[in-house]
């Protein structure tokens, strides 16, 4: 019997597939927020950091960009168990895409701040700012200014990647469409929907993100 | 039931590694190929072929690989075509690091100053002549850290054709897991497997982005 | 990763991309000719291609050497031999054995399946070749001895089996059941303790226990009894009679009652 394509029988399920998207956007939300102010730590620690705190955030950072995001995620949810510690699967996504966007994004900042004219600190040291004031008030915003396209395309990234977040159970998009696949049997169907809702969804972020740059780097647009 | 010990462990790991690491070099090439295709159309003069090499990139870098993947498997299926997982997990992998490779590429090739492409061209030379002769070569300089770095976002993505049932390191992780109750050694084995992987890879991206200076030639 | 910084939201690109997607969807959506006599296909090619399970002991799971063991392994190899062909063994998960089913991935599905009206729509089933008992599992300490009982708690399940389906209907509103997409991560779910309790087959448990679990699941209240079917697509009358034939001669020579002792440690109830 030939396979009949049934894309009507996905509506059925919309309610779930909202809950999926809000699911979906409140991890992008957490992980952005949370891993850009880590990678905001970790860029500093990285350039003018003490040596013992650079080797630990260079070790996170090489930790982090060469393993997979599946085993990262596995890892704080069924392997920390075993020492103790029980994260709920929302706090565990969470954290896991706290932690691989900050090891990534670290790098891009860092890259942002290197490519500071070495006039700026210079500036701010004769100003009387210490190695810290210099960094927030100077550098920061000028370097991301600069790498935002970059850090942009990295959010949107992890937002991808949060697809795989559905298999310890949290109930982002990718997890409502394997349970609506599992009721009407309408794999490639369901599939497809949410691929086309996933690639709105990058759009969306992107522009998202484009406006918040307009907005932080405004007084400095060049 | 039978005890699995630390070697039992690493031994099973190891040989799922194999599979990862055949899948790896079976989608960066594969996706070297296409990639290669798809930058020459979408660098090409004719509109059409831009356009659709745009939206098949945007497509593929605006998805998430997971979707790709299950896409692959079920879809291709559908069009009468037996698609065990391993193969679907290829296809999947190896169109997604084309779409990848082919925007790196095309920053690359953008790089070349326009005096080259001028030059070439008062040469009389054809754009596919040009490409080959004379774009290509000073672009493959520059292209070579970043194509290398790409690379252990391949050996990363191939952790995905786990959950569309390839046996690879991570599926062999999750099932020792189960049948050895030790998770935590067992995804701390897992990951250093694939450290082993990809950094050496990461390291001499990083060497060969020096060695070439490439960032900083214009 | 390389956006376009000056392209609007809505441009005409990608009007046209999402456009140009819907319509190879509806191209898609053509009928497609029919299939031909699964039976026949399988004998000219000599091979029955039998979807299992792997992380479902003692149905199916895998040994210290990776190989895959257990009572539908067992069914399978005895169908493909009296069948007069070879076998080979699919390894899928709850989720997505009837997807391989469907797109012809596999002649049969042999993983402990059970029967359901949602699934009559789309599968037909053979007769029942093991008995199946849902139940809801946890550690001993937890007072859980009914449905009502689940006010409260977390429960595991693998999305999409008959445990999910059932479990579902009777389960008190604030039970939080939580899904996953295979036995494996149900199972990790359960001992690593992100799920208090575990619904699943009894045997299943048995043998979570016989492996000295690091967790006990003892058992707190049965669900159903849900026999496991052999799965198989709809309109194909010569496989399903050949299959039941088989059946019907492995209960009377006791070939599938001693498959029953050795992976179910019982015989097989009379009504089967």
């Known amino acids: 019997m030939a396979y009949q394509f049934d894309f009507l029988s996905v509506l059925d399920y919309t309610d779930v597939l909202l809950k999926g998207i809000a699911v979906t956007a409140q991890l992008t939300l957490t992980g952005g927020v949370l891993g850009v102010a880590v990678a905001i730590f970790g860029a500093w620690a990285r350039t003018q950091g003490p040596a013992w705190l650079r080797a630990i955030v260079g070790a996170y950072v090489e930790m982090i960009r060469n393993t997979p995001f599946l085993i990262q995620l596995f890892f704080i949810f069924f392997g920390l168990p075993s020492l103790g510690v029980q994260l709920p699967e929302m ?10 966007l900050g090891a990534y994004s670290t790098e891009i900042i860092r890259a942002g701040l290197a490519a500071t004219p070495r006039g700026q600190f210079e500036a701010g040291a004769s100003l009387a700012m210490s190695p810290l004031q210099v960094f927030r008030h100077v550098v920061l915003r000028p370097a991301l200014q600069k790498i935002w396209p970059a850090l942009s395309s990295q959010i949107v990234i992890v937002m991808l990647g949060s697809a795989v977040c559905s ?8 997890y409502a469409a394997n349970f609506i696949q599992g009721r009407n049997f309408r794999a490639f ?24 740059g307009r907005q932080l780097f405004a007084r400095r647009a060049r | 039931m039978i005890d699995f010990t630390l070697w039992d462990i690493v031994r099973n790991l190891l040989l799922a590694a194999r599979w990862t690491v055949l899948l790896s070099l079976v989608a960066f090439v594969g996706g070297g190929v296409v990639g290669l295709l798809v930058l ?23 998805t998430p690989l997971l979707m790709q993947l299950f896409l692959a498997f079920f879809g291709l299926a559908l069009f009468g075509v037996d698609v065990p997982a391993w193969l679907a997990a290829g296809v999947a992998l190896t169109l997604w690091t084309a779409a990848f490779l082919a925007e790196i590429w095309r920053g690359c090739v953008e790089a070349i100053p326009r005096g080259q492409w001028e030059a070439s ?8 002549q040009q490409m080959r002769h004379v ?17 252990v976002q391949v050996i990363k993505g191939t952790a995905l054709a786990s959950i569309i049932g390839f046996t690879e390191l991570s599926k062999a992780g999750t099932m020792i897991v189960n049948a050895s109750f030790q998770p935590f050694t067992v995804y701390a084995a897992v990951a250093l497997m694939y450290f082993a992987l990809c950094w050496p890879l990461s390291q001499a991206s990083k060497l060969l982005e020096r060695k070439f200076h490439a960032a900083h030639r214009h | 990763m390389t956006p376009t910084p000056s392209t609007p939201l809505f441009s005409k690109a990608r009007r046209a991309l999402l456009l140009g997607l819907f319509a190879s969807v509806c191209v898609a959506a053509l009928p497609r000719p029919a299939q031909a006599d699964t039976l026949a296909d399988i004998t000219k090619a000599g091979v029955l291609r039998v979807a299992v399970p792997q992380d479902f002991p003692p149905f199916g799971s895998i040994g ?36 391989y089913l469907q797109t012809r991935k596999v002649d049969l599905i042999i993983s402990s399946l059970g029967k359901n009206p949602e699934r009559e729509k789309v599968l037909d089933f053979s007769e029942a070749y093991a008995p199946f008992y849902n139940g809801v599992f946890g550690p001993a300490d937890m007072p859980v001895k009914s449905a009502a009982d689940l006010a409260g708690k977390t429960v595991g399940v693998t999305r999409g089996a008959v445990e999910d389906l059932e479990l579902s209907k009777i389960a008190p509103a604030n039970a939080t059941i939580k899904r996953y997409e295979d036995n494996n991560a149900t199972i990790s779910a359960f001992l690593s303790g992100q799920v208090q309790l575990i619904a699943t087959g009894n045997v299943v448990a048995a043998a979570l226990i016989a492996k000295h679990a690091p967790k006990a699941p003892e058992t707190k209240f049965l669900i159903k009894n849900s026999p496991c079917f052999i799965g198989m697509n709809k309109d194909e009358p010569a496989l399903q009679a050949k299959v039941n034939a088989i059946l019907a001669e492995a209960k009377k020579d006791g070939a599938l009652n001693s498959l029953s002792i050795k992976w179910l440690l019982r015989p097989l109830p009379a009504q089967l």
């Open chain 3, 64 to 99: 210290a050497d990776m190989a895959p063991q257990g009572l539908d392994i067992d069914v399978a190899a005895l169908m493909a031999k009296r069948m007069g062909v070879k076998l080979q063994l699919v390894p899928v998960s709850s989720t997505n054995r009837v997807p």
């Open chain 2, 121 to 128: 061209g008062s040469l009389a030379m054809s754009y596919v």
């Open chain 1, 91 to 100: 706090v565990a996504a969470s954290l896991a895409m706290v932690i691989n």
């Open chain 2, 40 to 62: 020459l159309m979408r660098t090409s003069k004719r509109p059409f072929l831009r356009r659709a090499t745009w939206a098949y990139i945007e497509i593929f870098q605006g």
């Open chain 1, 167 to 174: 298999q310890i159970a949290a109930q982002d998009l990718t």
């Open chain 2, 135 to 151: 774009i290509l070569p000073q672009a493959m300089r520059i292209a070579v850290a970043p194509t290398v770095g790409f690379g």
């Open chain 1, 189 to 212: 169907e369901v599939y497809l929907v949410s691929t086309v809702i996933y690639l709105l969804l990058a759009l969306l972020l992107r522009q998202l993100l484009r406006g918040v």
